[in-house]
């Protein structure tokens, strides 16, 4: 059989296969698949193909983009049920969940052509600095063909561990929609390849008087020692409206560092051992945040609160430092902390 025609029949089979899975809507996935990246082949269409995923909801797809954050994808979405939640929800331990994610076609290099292709999805600790592959581990994936429009692929999530707080990343492989490149940092490939989506936003459900805590981790992508911060910024109602207050404990290693470092920072204060408290989310900031080439470390932040609120309050950190790019200021990727305070009986 002839090369030309084995590549024929392949991309029937896949064709076939991928119709099918749509047709089921929740195909099989593989929690241990190991990721099938083909974005070094080209292959030999009459119209350019370019599918993309929104980094931000102005994304339309351009390559590089500067939109800010770069973790915040409003295309990938949890949901407890196989019916699409209006709004992402933080997964459910001990039971299936189910991952959405939306592919569009075309993007702003492509003509509509349908395209066959993979769709791979990955877990890490939330936070900034995540190092691509080492620091994800995939959920699962599966081959879809993407028509013209809109294709919304679900993809279940089982077992999931604790605490059931995480960063996803999405990544769309496809034979004649490659990757521009890839390198070790998250944050740059996210933002160089419409092929790339990433998303971290945590709910945060308090009730007066009872903590929740959160984990956030900072990284280096970067061989040789980094100095980095820790940004916090308010983008809906402050905390302060529902008599908030939020805690970081870096932990011993970052504590003694950012004290090494001369203890900068602005809008806070020490309070115990290990921690400091955000005494203006809206502008507060935490400097000289050492990191080893490679490494990964990981704080808690507790929020509590005193009083209910209808309306909506969120908090986003950010990690800021040196990147691959050159940049030694370059947003790191972070997590948005979406929360609500509800009355004591609930």
């Known amino acids: 059989m002839s090369t030309r025609l084995t590549r024929r029949v392949r991309r029937s089979v896949l064709a076939v296969i991928g119709a099918t899975a749509l047709a089921l809507l929740l195909p099989t996935a593989s929690a241990t698949a190991t990721a099938l990246d083909r974005s070094g082949t080209v292959g030999a269409l009459a119209s350019p193909v370019d599918v993309y995923m929104k980094d931000h909801p102005s994304d339309i797809g351009l390559q590089p983009h500067n939109f800010n954050p770069i973790?915040?994808?409003?295309?990938?979405?949890?949901?407890?049920?196989?019916?699409?939640?209006?709004?992402?929800?933080?997964?459910?331990?001990?039971?299936?969940?189910?991952?959405?994610?939306?592919?569009?076609n075309p993007g702003p290099y492509g003509s509509g052509t349908m395209e066959q292709g993979e769709i791979h999805v990955y877990r890490t600790t939330p936070g900034g600095g995540t190092t691509w592959p080492t620091q994800w581990t995939e959920i699962g994936w599966m081959a879809v063909p993407v028509y013209s429009g809109v294709t919304t692929v679900v993809i279940p999530w089982d077992n999931v561990p604790g605490p059931g707080h995480f960063c996803l990343l999405a990544r769309w492989l496809s034979a004649n929609d490659p990757m521009t490149f890839e390198g070790p940092s998250t944050s740059v490939n996210t933002r160089n390849n419409n092929n790339v989506a990433w998303r971290n936003v945590s709910s945060v459900l308090l009730t007066p008087g009872r903590p929740q805590t959160r984990p956030f981790a900072i990284g280096n992508v970067l061989a040789e020692p980094t100095r980095n911060s820790l940004v916090f910024t308010e983008v809906a109602e402050p905390l302060e409206n529902a008599g908030g207050r939020l805690v970081v404990d870096l932990g011993p290693t970052l504590f003694e560092r950012w004290v090494e470092g001369g203890m900068a920072g602005e809008g806070i204060r020490e309070v115990g051992r290990n921690q400091v408290e955000i005494v203006e989310p809206a502008k507060a900031r935490l400097d000289g945040l050492v990191l080893m080439g490679g490494e990964r470390l990981t704080m808690q932040l507790q929020f509590t609160a005193t009083t209910p609120t209808e309306k909506p309050i969120s908090i986003r950190v950010t990690q800021f430092g040196p990147d691959v790019d050159g940049n030694e200021r370059a947003d790191l990727g972070g997590v948005r902390y979406d929360v609500t305070v509800s009355k004591r009986d609930q």
């Open 71 to 104: 973790s915040e994808s409003p295309d990938i979405k949890v949901c407890p049920t196989a019916i699409e939640c209006s709004v992402s929800q933080n997964p459910i331990i001990g039971q299936r969940n189910y991952i959405f994610i939306k592919l569009r």
